[in-house]
């Protein structure tokens, strides 16, 4: 069953399994504002937890992305390099990398809906 989870940089992992999509979540897309490109890295590159795989930019600020764990590239969102608005139409569907996660036990050290919400809010604050 997919479950989601968060980094405090709010990339979010769809996780099902071993197989995760990953994105940045709506907060993050609100607060970017209109998508404009979205750097994204190649199939099988590997990454580290907390390591940069790309980064997003929007008309108003640029951020790297970070992977929510340890995971390999199995493939990225192609219709992002033609349409990245996709992120701010639906965040949750549009994800930027599929991956494959070497160590599901990592997912714990992430933010479950209620906790991410509850940061979310903080930092409104």
């Not at 197989?19 to 970017?32: H, R």
């Not at 907390?50 to 600020?61: D, L, P, Q």
């Not at 050290?109 to 940061?119: H, I, R």
Request: hydrophobic letters at 35%.
């Amino acid at each position: 069953m997919e479950k989601i989870y968060y980094r405090s940089s709010h990339e979010y992992i769809k996780a099902d399994g071993t197989t995760g999509y990953v994105g940045i979540s709506e907060y993050a897309a609100k607060q970017l504002g209109v998508v404009t490109y979205v750097d994204m890295p190649e199939a099988d590159d590997e990454f580290g937890a907390g390591e940069e795989f790309g980064a997003i930019e929007s008309r108003k600020a640029a951020s790297d992305l970070f992977a929510p764990v340890d995971c390999t590239v199995l493939e990225v969102n192609e219709d992002l390099e033609s349409n990245p608005k996709l992120i701010n139409e639906n965040p949750l569907e549009a994800w930027i990398m599929k991956v494959e996660i070497s160590d599901p036990s990592q997912l714990d050290d992430l933010m479950d809906q209620e906790a991410y919400d509850a940061f979310c809010a903080s930092e409104q604050h």
